[in-house]
């Protein structure tokens, strides 16, 4: 009984460095957007753990521009995921993108929504 005990909690410790073990990964110069200017935010999550398909989440600055939407700077902000096997997401993330505020609503028809800044990694 003793060792399933203890192959039981060495699985808890595993899964708990790995999710306290996860960083924010951004990708942003500039913090604070002018006057005119606008931080948008979309969420994206795919894939499964364990396969052998990966996710490709969308490129947030072609899907913008592709849009006619202008985008001065863009940030990811990775997301923790658990680990259980064709269950949880191979990917989660937000995206972020600075943008004019005139081309707002644009961004909006995309699934973009409106936020305050990246947060600093």
């Known amino acids: 009984m003793l060792p399933n005990k203890v ?3 060495s699985a808890i410790a595993v899964v708990i460095f790995s999710l306290t073990g996860c960083q924010s990964a951004l990708r942003a110069e500039s913090q604070t957007p002018g006057q005119d200017q606008t931080w948008v935010v979309a969420q994206y999550v795919g894939g499964k753990q364990c396969q052998p398909l990966t996710y490709t989440p969308p490129d947030t600055k072609r899907l913008l521009e592709d849009a006619g939407v202008t985008v001065l700077q ?3 902000e990775q997301l923790m995921v658990c680990m259980a096997c064709d269950i949880c997401p191979a990917y989660a993330a937000r995206h ?3 943008i004019n505020a005139a081309q707002l609503p644009a961004a909006e028809q995309l699934g973009f929504a409106q936020s305050s800044a990246p947060p600093m990694p």
């Open 74 to 76: 863009t940030a990811i």
């Open 96 to 98: 972020y993108a600075l």
């Open 7 to 9: 192959k039981f909690l």
